[in-house]
């Protein structure tokens, strides 16, 4: 794995990006810094002032860090470039989805940290804040983590899948060993694109839930998904066209982990990371690798040695998980 550790500035290349115009008429083409970068290219951004001294979240310094964290992964010089790098046709009519992860109610997507993605594409793009869409599977897992239910025609909008939406019998997903779960209808029927918002923690049958993991969230049925440490369901389901095609970004919330337990119970260490990339293969591998540091650290085994559903996830062609073809890039921010 190349694994450099660049501040912003130097991250910047000298190039100049031309300024986006007319960003939701809709916007054409990609940016050329955007499109040369290595696809499986995660960035990692440090910074000890995303909590306080009373382990509470700065929402401001959140949003700084969603900013450069962004900037990198383009490569653009404002973040009205980044996001029109990563929304390169975007149009006023469309509707972005926020997928969280918000099953364990003491360690969830923070709303500071998806509250800060949704402003900040909001004012770059001047988008309707009505078209981004944060959603999980039901409004009361979404309100223990602090998220206020908003289905009405102002304001970013927060939904379930279980308040009536339901799932989509038109579109099913064959997970395999003869299993078929369905979409929820917020991702079939309501998104255009999709932001991928999952926390770090590791889990006690997958060894692993992250970005992959996070659309048991998104299906009918996640129960029956978990035998053989998940795998091949993990790896199938991400493989569905309309999960793969309308994810344009994933950003994990890093700021707290667990790294033995999980999914559930309280965070165990406090991470000051916000991670993003477009590969979600190559993004939970190094999400991986930073709770076996600190499993290491504990005296515990790896849990790389028990999760197999990276590896077919990369035999279908979703993402990487060869440490030789991805590149991180680690920033310092504060």
């Given at each position: 794995m190349i694994h450099t550790i660049y501040?912003?500035?130097?991250?910047?290349?000298?190039?100049?990006v031309g300024a986006a115009a007319a960003y939701l008429t809709p916007v054409t083409g990609s940016s050329p810094a955007y499109a040369a970068l290595p696809a499986s290219l995660v960035?990692?951004?440090?910074?000890?002032?995303l909590v306080d001294a009373n382990e509470r979240i700065n929402f401001r310094t959140v949003r700084t860090v969603v900013d450069e964290t962004l900037l990198a992964l383009?490569?653009?010089?404002?973040?009205?470039?980044?996001?029109?790098?990563?929304f390169p046709k975007l149009q006023s009519s469309d509707v972005i989805g926020i997928k969280v992860n918000c099953i364990n109610r003491r360690h969830s997507s923070h709303p500071e940290v998806v509250y800060a993605i949704a402003e900040s594409l909001s004012a770059s793009l001047h988008f309707n804040p009505n078209n981004l869409l944060i959603w999980d599977r039901t409004s009361s897992e979404l309100m223990r983590a602090g998220y206020e239910m908003n289905t009405g025609k102002s304001g970013i909008r927060c939904l379930a899948t279980s308040d009536g939406i339901g799932y989509d019998r038109h579109a099913p997903v064959e997970v395999g060993h003869g299993k078929t779960v369905h979409l929820s209808k917020i991702l079939s029927q309501m998104c255009t694109y999709l932001i991928n918002v999952p926390v770090l923690k590791d889990h006690g049958t997958a060894g692993l839930?992250?970005?992959?993991?996070?659309?048991?969230?998104?299906?009918?049925?996640?129960?029956?998904?978990?035998?053989?440490?998940?795998?091949?369901?993990?790896?199938?389901?991400?493989?569905?066209?309309?999960?793969?095609?309308?994810?344009?970004?994933?950003?994990?919330?890093?700021?707290?982990g667990i790294y033995q337990g999980g999914p559930m119970g309280a965070p165990q260490w406090i991470a000051?990371?916000?991670?993003?990339?477009?590969?979600?293969?190559?993004?939970?591998?190094?999400?991986?690798?930073?709770?076996?540091?600190?499993?290491?650290?504990?005296?515990?085994?790896?849990?790389?040695?028990?999760?197999?559903?990276?590896?077919?996830?990369s035999r279908l062609g979703i993402g990487t998980n060869n440490p030789d073809q991805i590149t991180t890039i680690e920033q310092k921010l504060g």
């Open positions: 501040t912003r500035r130097q991250f910047l290349k000298v190039s100049t960035i990692t951004s440090i910074h000890r002032g383009t490569n653009t010089r404002s973040i009205q470039d980044a996001w029109a790098a990563i839930t992250l970005s992959l993991k996070n659309h048991y969230g998104s299906i009918d049925r996640p129960g029956s998904c978990h035998g053989g440490g998940c795998d091949p369901y993990i790896a199938n389901l991400n493989a569905a066209p309309l999960i793969r095609e309308k994810t344009a970004l994933i950003v994990c919330d890093a700021i707290f000051h990371q916000i991670l993003a990339g477009t590969d979600p293969v190559a993004l939970d591998t190094v999400g991986m690798g930073l709770i076996d540091v600190k499993r290491q650290e504990k005296g515990i085994a790896s849990v790389s040695q028990r999760i197999s559903y990276l590896h077919t996830a």
